[in-house]
Nanobody
Framework: QERLVESGGGLVQPGGSLRLSCTAS????????IGWFRQAPGKERAEREG????????RASYADPLKGRVTMWRDKKMMYLQMTNTKATDTAVYYC???????????????????????WGKGTLVTVSS
């Protein structure tokens, strides 16, 4: 399994912005789908939520509640997530993930499960608080 490592988490004031990075051990363009997901503190993996996703054609998809506030892009071995106008409810561990086989970004509005992703990072905690 290829390695994914998130970075950029930390404390963000409400209304502020954040930018997370994910470093992959391989070129992310080789994945069928890549994405960002989040799990709020105290929640289980089954309650993990989709945030953003890029399919093999380079099309980005975003979870409906986050559209307009979230942008995802990739560059070689890097994956990025930018979020603006953050809220306290954005507090979560954010994970980058990738699908090696037949992944689809149709799952971005889903919750729980593995979202069709077979490769996950360990996550980076984002805390939105004043």
């Amino acid at each position: 399994q290829e390695r994914l490592v998130e970075s950029g988490g930390g404390l963000v004031q409400p209304g502020g912005s954040l930018r997370l990075s994910c470093t992959a051990s391989v070129d992310t363009s080789g994945y069928s789908a890549i994405g960002w997901f989040r799990q709020a503190p105290g929640k289980e993996r089954a309650e993990r939520e989709g945030v953003a996703c890029i399919d093999r054609d380079g099309r980005a998809s975003y979870a409906d509640p986050l559209k307009g506030r979230v942008t995802m892009w990739r560059d070689k071995k890097m994956m990025y997530l930018q979020m603006t106008n953050t809220k306290a409810t954005d507090t979560a561990v954010y994970y980058c993930a990738a699908s090696s086989y037949w992944g689809s970004c149709s799952v971005v509005n889903g919750k729980g499960g593995d979202f069709g992703m077979d490769n996950w990072g360990k996550g980076t905690l984002v805390t939105v608080s004043s």
